[in-house]
Nanobody
Framework: EVQLVESGGGLVQAGGSLRLSCAASGFTFDDYAIGWFRQAPGKEREGISCISSSDGSTYYADSVKGRFTISRDTAKNTLYLQMNSLKPEDTAVYFC????????????????????WGQGTQVTVSS
């Protein structure tokens, strides 16, 4: 059974940091690009970061570039998202997702490229 389980969300003040984790099982983690998405109330789910399986290339949405860092530990089948300098507009449910595709600039954020999704973890940033 394929599973992606996010953890690490919570309530933090503006300017603070959180690290999200996504534990993967049931598929060959090394073969998949892994991404982070988020969905705020009343808004569409948006891609915020992705890391490729082939060469470790990373991609970020402009809204988080310079503040968030994505990484993967293939030995632990785990994906991470280090979030620094958090802002109230970062408040959302954060999802990890896995897709067997080669990401590049114009498709890494496309939800249709991802085959598996986690259930999400809530991040709330207070002002």
């Amino acid at each position: 059974e394929v599973q992606l389980v996010e953890s690490g969300g919570g309530l933090v003040q503006a300017g603070g940091s959180l690290r999200l984790s996504c534990a993967a099982s049931g598929f060959t983690f090394d073969d998949y690009a892994i991404g982070w998405f988020r969905q705020a109330p009343g808004k569409e789910r948006e891609g915020i970061s992705c890391i490729s399986s082939s060469d470790g290339s990373t991609y970020y949405a402009d809204s988080v570039k310079g503040r968030f860092t994505i990484s993967r530990d293939t030995a632990k089948n785990t994906l991470y998202l280090q979030m620094n300098s958090l802002k109230p507009e970062d408040t959302a449910v954060y999802f990890c997702a896995a897709g067997m595709f080669t990401p590049y600039d114009s498709i890494w954020y496309a939800r249709g490229e991802y085959d598996y999704w986690g259930q999400g973890t809530q991040v709330t940033v207070s002002s």
